[in-house]
């Protein structure tokens, strides 16, 4: 496999604070290299309520949770951190020479002198189809996302979901796939209206089906494809539904994962620290934002930054042990305008 990347710090989560954690890294010239099991930056502002206006940042009156997330990216610039997206962080190691072997979903292999965990509720997981034994088809036939959107051209496609992913996708595969199902379990969708409007449209000019009921079974052919699913109708009826992929999109669900085994002190689903450098049980690693815990923790964004700032001064002396640290103001240090580039 690949040559692992050696750094001084790795950051596992790219919401709000582990942006901010770039930032206060940056400062004292630690570069970081950050994870997400998302797509997208931005934690739960921008999965969950990227347009809805936050109104306790301090000295920003009101902003929204992507405008949050767009601003952050701005600041941290300066710091180069390298993004590595789609992907979990499943291993994590401690090395014989003190530093830690840590691994993604995707391959990438790191070796780094500290890491911050900024996981958040944990990593977001689509949520999945719950029925009996359908899971073999995962990646085969049954797809939580869509990595690979050729794959289904000219083919009978059955999407299940009444959200803006689920009607998103069978809008845009309506005249690429051979036929289109959107099955969602109820006549009401949480979809933007113009979507839902533009599906209605289609499924009136016979461009695309819509059903209403749940997926309650699954028929394989000989050869152990997937051929068909059983969907009970709201009248109560089970009907057979032939298709070649099936498609769901019912959310993201935050899972702690494989956090949970890498030693370290937990709490009711959260990482003990304590709040003089904000580190775990295991020495080099710290853990900030919603995925922490201590007395009188509270889970807003304002506390994460705050704890960013100072597992930054706590992570230092493990990447300079010979240099005293000093704390500086951005206003005057020549030195951190060089580091910010706007000497
Ligand atoms: P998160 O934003 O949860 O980000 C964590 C990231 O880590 C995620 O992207 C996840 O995919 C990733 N991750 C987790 N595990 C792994 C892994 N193993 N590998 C790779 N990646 C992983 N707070 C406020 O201060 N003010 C508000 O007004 C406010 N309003 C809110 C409204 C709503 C509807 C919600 C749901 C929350 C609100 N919050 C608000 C809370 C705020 O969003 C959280 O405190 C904040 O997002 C926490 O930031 P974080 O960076 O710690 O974690």
Not at 60 to 66: D, I, K, N, R, Y
Not at 309 to 325: C, E, H, R, S, V
Request: glycine letters at 10%; one cysteine or more.
């Amino acid at each position: 496999s690949h040559m692992a990347i050696e750094t001084d710090a790795i950051i596992i989560g790219a919401g709000p604070v582990g942006l901010f954690q770039v930032f206060e890294l940056g400062l004292l010239e630690i570069k970081a290299h950050v994870i997400d099991s998302l797509a997208s930056v931005g934690g739960q502002c921008v999965e969950l309520y990227p347009d809805k206006p936050i109104y306790d940042i301090p000295a920003v009156p009101v902003c929204t949770g992507q405008e949050l997330t767009d601003n952050l990216l701005k600041q941290i610039e300066p710091f180069g951190a390298t993004f590595h997206l789609n992907q979990e962080v499943t291993l994590v190691e401690k090395r014989d020479d003190g530093r830690f072997n840590l691994e993604t979903s995707a391959g990438t292999r790191f070796v780094t002198k500290t890491i911050f965990i900024a996981a958040g509720v944990g990593s977001f997981q689509p949520r999945t189809l719950k029925v009996d034994g359908i899971d073999q088809f995962d990646n085969s036939q049954l797809f939580y996302r869509v990595r690979e959107p050729a794959r289904f051209a000219g083919k009978n496609i059955v999407i299940c979901g009444g959200g803006d992913s689920a009607l998103d996708w069978a809008l845009n595969f309506v005249g690429k796939a051979e036929s289109v199902i959107l099955l969602h379990r109820r006549d009401e969708f949480r979809a933007a209206p113009a979507s839902v409007a533009k599906m209605r449209e289609l499924c009136d000019n016979y461009e695309m089906q819509l059903i209403i009921g749940q997926v309650t079974g699954y028929e394989a052919n000989d050869e152990g494809s997937l051929n068909g699913i059983k969907v009970t109708g709201l009248d109560g009826v089970t009907r057979r539904l032939p298709l070649d992929y099936l498609m769901v999109f019912f959310g993201l669900s935050p899972k702690l994962g494989p956090i949970a085994e890498w030693g370290l002190d937990i709490e009711r689903k959260q990482i003990k620290v304590g709040t003089e450098k904000f580190e775990t049980n295991v020495p080099g690693i710290f853990a900030v934002g919603d995925i922490n815990t201590y007395p009188g923790k509270k889970k807003l964004i304002l506390s994460g930054f705050h704890e960013a700032a100072l597992a930054a001064f706590g992570a230092a002396p493990y990447i300079f042990p010979d240099k005293k640290i000093h704390m500086q103001y951005t206003t005057t240090s020549p030195k951190l305008h060089k580091i910010l580039g706007v000497e």
